[in-house]
């Protein structure tokens, strides 16, 4: 209690330091007026009773200095005065102020972006209830649907499995599917993606407004609904709340907007980056059954279930099921935690660029204690002064490192913006393939991270200039020059080994760009067997209600017309783009019939236009 | 040698000790009577000068052991008057008690003898 008291106190009498010096020196006065009564009283002569009295008293400062530290924070009181002088001296010298501040807000503004950029990946859990129980299946392929499962196996392992409490599935190709909206304002195409039941309830995902699916809509036939995600709502329906319960013109048919989905959940930035997801509707798993694999897997663990458990289940489940129903596609099951299924890929990259504006940082540390440094020969004598005064050297180290943190904030305070600008730029960049780009904030957290780089920068670049002025000899820098060799010598050795570090760490940063830019050089040099140079595509898009006889006529004719214009050298149609996806299903020589699973595995097809 | 910050906290804590006794003893009193006081009563061995008497006072006024009140002298003298408060009696006390076991116990430890039987 007394001890929070005396702080209390301490506190204040920083604050009414003047204040608490004057009550002193009148105390004193009255010490002094007292004690040569006392002294004229015994009967000495009143100048040798005033003599007496201040001999008895002692030193003024002395005793002032004494009672200032009993009373304050001696290191708090420095450390008040040191940033007046701090902030006076950076105020003298605009020029190297500026340019410091400017190359730190670089420094500082590309950490804290890049920090709040990998945040959502690395450091946080998926956006989802108990995120550490999700687990992301793959089949044993790469691409997509050797990626994917059927809708058998999916029911089977929703049935079997014991360390699930529950399975949820969405329908992978979802992205190919071309879908139209209407009725707000000039058709436009969406992207739609189909989800097995319960995958919010799965996810712990609680829709911003209105409801999930009903088990019912996810019927064949069941009247279309959709629920909306949060970027489209705010983008093209106002974020108006009563759209909800609406109808929407989808694929020509009205859908119900049954809710707005919440902004902390974005389909596409979770499960398909780099993509755009408008709207989510229910799959109607009756009438995939007869699909190859398209659905991808998510499941959650039971409580106190280990992934090696749960895999170890799937690996006996898998051939059992498989041996049940052995229509079914051969499958294996790779079992990943969602979290990593999700951050996996960019992972190693984004660790990568969190060491490189690392490193910039480290670059700018090593700009700025040179400017510092450079500037540390003119204040040398300033510091002899003040050691040759009786300074510690502690306070002068002190002094040094508080002005190299007043400088790193001021970048620092100017390097939010410098973050917010960046985070904003990329966020803006849809096609990035980065995930949960939807969550990138500069928040609290993010700041909280910068004002601790700033204050590390600040005693980092602190350090050498700090080394070179504390260890002055005040004899030698007073009496000029000529003794200022070894020093100067010292200074130099400082100075190159500084710049040698920089070319260091520079070098480090233009080999990894080279490389960087050398595998994407490769890249573009793959031959792909066509050249994509100077074509385009254009996606069309019939509707439901034309026969194929009729969509036949307006693709050709379409292509006809485009073939038509004056800018067109060629055109041609196509349900599946090169390197796209592998496009076999339903595919056979015309009049041919096959049973299930003697359909050839891959065509090469050409489709040649009817020449104008 | 000892070290001087360490004779300094010894000395810091005995002063502060001696300005609640002698405020016990005499009453309210102003830091030249104090400091006086304990000269007498010391033989001049503890103040080295009367000055310092004031950083002992600042420290037990932030502790609210003790209260100061501008007022006048016995013979008219503006004086800023110190009087114990309740918690500084306590605080007496327990600092007394306190002193006197510590004293006692490094008295005993001095006497022993060498040899290291008694």
Sequence with gaps: ?612 | MPQEASRLDLLQGTLDLLVLQTLHAIGPQHGYGIARRIEQVSGNALLINQGTIYASLVRLQQHGWIAGAWGQSDNNRRAKFYSLTRSGRRQLQAETSYWRSLTDVVERVLRTAPGGAK
């Design chain 1, 1 to 612: 209690m007394s001890a929070l008291r005396r702080l209390w106190h301490r506190l204040r009498a920083l604050a009414s330091h003047q204040a608490l010096d004057r009550e002193f020196d009148a105390e004193r006065d009255s010490h002094l007026q007292l004690a040569a009564d006392d002294y004229v009283r015994r009967g000495v002569d009143p100048d040798e009773a005033r003599r007496r009295a201040r001999l008895a008293f002692g030193g003024r400062d002395a005793a002032l200095e004494h009672q200032r530290d009993a009373r304050s924070v001696p290191r708090l009181d420095n450390l008040a005065r040191d940033f007046g002088y701090a902030w006076r001296g950076l105020r003298r010298e605009r020029g190297l102020t500026v340019i410091a501040v400017l190359i730190l807000a670089i420094g500082i503004g590309a950490n804290t972006a890049v920090f709040s950029l990998i945040r959502p990946v690395l450091l946080k859990p998926l956006p989802f209830d108990d995120a550490g129980s999700l687990v992301w299946v793959a089949n044993t392929g790469t691409s997509l649907s050797g990626a994917t499962f059927q809708v058998a196996t999916y029911e089977a392992l929703s049935r079997q499995s014991r360390s699930f409490s529950e399975w949820t599935a969405y329908f992978a190709f979802f992205g190919y599917g071309v879908n139209s909206l209407t009725g707000l304002g000039d058709p436009e195409r969406v992207s739609i993606v189909d989800v097995a039941p319960r995958f919010f309830e799965v996810l712990g995902v609680r829709p911003a407004s209105g409801r999930l699916f009903l088990p019912e809509e996810y019927q064949p036939n069941a009247p279309a609904v959709v629920l909306v995600s949060h970027d489209f709502w705010t983008r093209r329906l106002g974020a108006n709340p009563a759209v909800v319960g609406t109808s929407l013109g989808l694929n020509d048919r009205p859908a119900l907007i049954a809710g707005v989905l919440p902004a902390t959940f974005s389909f596409s930035s979770i499960f398909t980056p780099g993509t755009r997801v408008d709207f989510v509707k229910p799959a109607t798993l009756e009438t995939m059954k007869p699909w190859g694999n398209t659905l991808s897997l998510i499941g959650r663990m039971q409580p106190g279930t280990t992934i090696e458990s749960a895999r170890a289940e799937l690996e006996t489940l898998g051939p059992a099921i498989r041996a049940a129903q052995p229509e079914l596609f051969r499958f294996g099951t790779r079992l990943t935690p969602l979290q990593e299924h999700v951050s996996g890929s960019m992972r190693r990259p984004l660790l990568v660029l969190w060491g490189a504006v690392g490193l910039v940082l480290l670059i700018v540390c090593a700009n700025v204690s040179n400017l510092l440094l450079a500037r540390s020969t003119a204040r040398a004598k300033e510091f002899a002064v003040r050691l040759a005064l009786g300074a510690g050297r502690g306070r002068i180290f002190q002094q040094l490192a508080l002005e190299g943190v007043v400088l790193a904030s001021l970048g620092g305070a100017l390097g939010i913006p410098l973050a917010y600008l960046l985070t904003t730029v990329v966020k803006r960049n849809v096609t990035l393939a980065i995930p949960l780009l939807s969550q990138v904030h500069v928040d609290g957290y993010a700041l909280l991270v910068t004002a601790g780089v700033a204050i590390g920068t600040g005693l980092i670049f602190s350090i050498l200039p700090g080394l070179r002025l504390a260890r002055t000899d005040p004899q030698s820098a007073l009496t000029d020059q000529s003794r200022g060799t070894t020093a100067g010598r010292r200074h130099a050795w400082m100075r190159s080994s500084l710049v040698v570090a920089e070319v260091v760490i520079a070098c480090v940063l233009l080999v990894g760009t080279g490389l960087l830019i050398r595998s994407f050089v490769n890249l573009l040099d793959v031959d792909l067997g066509f050249r994509p140079a100077g074509s385009t595509v254009l996606t069309l898009k019939a509707s439901r209600d034309r026969s194929t006889e009729q969509t036949v006529a307006l693709f050709t004719e379409a292509s006809r017309r485009v073939r038509g214009l004056s800018i067109v050298q060629a055109a041609g149609l196509t349900d599946a783009l090169p390197l796209d996806r592998n496009r076999s299903w339903g595919i056979g020589v015309p009049g041919q019939t096959y049973a299930p699973g003697t359909r050839p595995g891959g065509f090469t097809y050409t489709s040649s236009a009817p020449a104008t």
